[in-house]
């Protein structure tokens, strides 16, 4: 038990030495998270700063669960977050997903722009990758979610990743553990551009500051 104790906390410690990591190069390049460029179009002014950090670091958990999961790990998650990774559990036996790659982070130098794609995965039947992102939010946000798979395609394509589908996956677990809602969104041109020229918005009103 005691070496079990100290192996997790050894791994939450590397895990959050890494992240810093991440986090310091991001600030000393100056590049930009697909979030934070979303973020802008968006206000969560309506929720109260504590629950909005409850939940961030649920799904921060959860995520983290599929990927310990996914690499043949024990996932350790509160009762509450269990019930999101019942949902997963729900969603992938039915899907029968191969996965290619989890929480990878990807890097722009042409826009600055960053960000952590949840999940790259063949489905049954396709030749193709499939974008995959898995949420914990209440309900569905069509716009920001189109944009964001939108911008997660765009940096797979610049970092040379091919073969890649052009419909995306997004996960919506559900809290009670049941079978989650599927949103599938579709490559259009248009709104690569449109996500494009949000990112070049936003470094023209950092750059104002």
Known sequence: MKIAYFSRFLLKSIIQ??????????????????SEVLARLQSF???PEQVLSAKQTLGSNVHAAI????????????HIEFRYFQSFEKWKEVANPLFISTEQRYWDDAK?????????VKLEGEETSVLIDFKTSAQESPLIWRMQAHLYYYLLTQNNICN???????VKLDKKGKFPLVC????????????????????EEKNLL
Request: charged share 35%; glycine share 2%; with cysteine.
């Open 67 to 78: 990927k310990d999961f996914v690499d043949g790990h024990f996932p350790l998650l509160t």
């Open 45 to 47: 002014d309506h929720i």
């Open 17 to 34: 030495s890494k992240e810093k990591s991440i986090k310091r190069y991001i600030v000393e390049k100056k590049y930009v998270r697909v």
């Open 112 to 120: 600055m722009l960053t960000g952590q794609i949840d999940a790259l």
């Open 164 to 170: 890649l589908s052009k419909r995306f996956l997004f």
């Open 184 to 203: 599938e969104y579709k490559f259009s041109q248009k709104t690569l551009d449109k996500c494009l020229r949000e990112v070049d918005l936003y470094w």
